[in-house]
């Protein structure tokens, strides 16, 4: 995924909140208050944290997140 711009979405349907990828990558995921579902703080990843975003993706146990390169 070097040099790619990679993009972050969020099933939202298949989410549950276990906020896993936020404890994981917290800055890149948080978990909504209202909804109680994760969501991406940035839609695009920064190189230095595509390894965090690729992490959140591996913990999510929903599979709700996936990780798009453009």
């Known amino acids: 995924m070097a ?6 979405a ?8 276990h906020a896993r990828c936020a404890v994981r990558a917290p800055e890149l995921f948080d978990v909504d208050d ?5 969501l991406a ?3 695009t ?3 230095e944290l595509a390894d965090a975003a690729a ?3 591996e913990t999510c146990p929903e599979r709700a ?4 390169d453009e």
Not at 10 to 17: K, L, V, W
């Open 41 to 43: 703080l940035m839609e």
């Open 65 to 68: 997140i996936s990780l798009h």
């Open 55 to 57: 992490a959140a993706v």
């Open 10 to 17: 969020i099933d939202a349907d298949r989410c549950q909140g």
């Open 45 to 47: 990843v920064p190189p």
């Open 34 to 38: 209202d909804q109680g579902k994760s």
């Open 3 to 8: 040099g790619a711009v990679i993009r972050i």
